[in-house]
């Protein structure tokens, strides 16, 4: 009698968490830098009508990396400046792509339903390549008071990062 292949993490109960995953906002780059002077330097007035003529339609919804590639003279208020035409965005940072997937993973932890999570197994997968410790640790904070376990790694090779204590009687 042939049962075929059994999948034995399914039948484990573990629930697998990998923050590459998690994120649901779509992100995208600004970067500004034609909008300079000479590449490298910002004059408020030309910098002003580069921005009013910006599209914001395109940014509805998403979640905003700016970024300058050129080494250049910005001052804070362009920042500022840029991100208040912005106002239809998901969010909007400073760091270009890669801190927008930051922030929207950041995001995603603080909106964790963890209804789904009470006194479960539950693995954050190794192999991601979102975020770094800074994110597993905030993913660790969220999910350890509600959690029967929290371990990292892969479901056939995990490191016990948490378990709760049993209740005495």
């Known amino acids: 009698m042939e049962e075929g292949i059994v999948n034995l993490v399914d039948k484990s109960g573990l629930i697998q968490i990998e923050l590459d995953t998690i994120a649901s906002i779509r992100c995208v780059e600004l970067d500004f830098t034609d909008w300079l002077w000479s590449g490298v330097v910002v004059k408020e007035k030309e910098f002003r009508t580069a921005i009013q003529a910006l599209d914001t339609e395109i940014y509805k919804g998403v979640g905003v990396g700016l970024t300058c590639s050129e080494d250049a003279i910005v001052p804070d ?25 930051a922030e929207a993973t950041r995001l995603a932890i603080v909106n964790l339903n963890l209804d789904d999570y009470v006194d479960k197994r539950v693995v954050i997968k190794g192999c991601s390549n979102s975020g770094g410790a800074d994110y597993l640790v905030q ?30 009687r």
């Open 77 to 101: 208020w362009a920042w500022m400046l840029i991100s208040s035409k912005l106002n239809n965005a998901t969010f909007v940072v400073v760091g270009g792509i890669v801190a927008a997937r």
């Open 139 to 168: 993913i660790q904070q969220k999910l350890q008071p509600v959690v029967k376990s929290l371990m990292f790694g892969e479901a056939c090779s995990t490191v016990p990062v948490y378990k709760k204590p049993a209740v005495k």
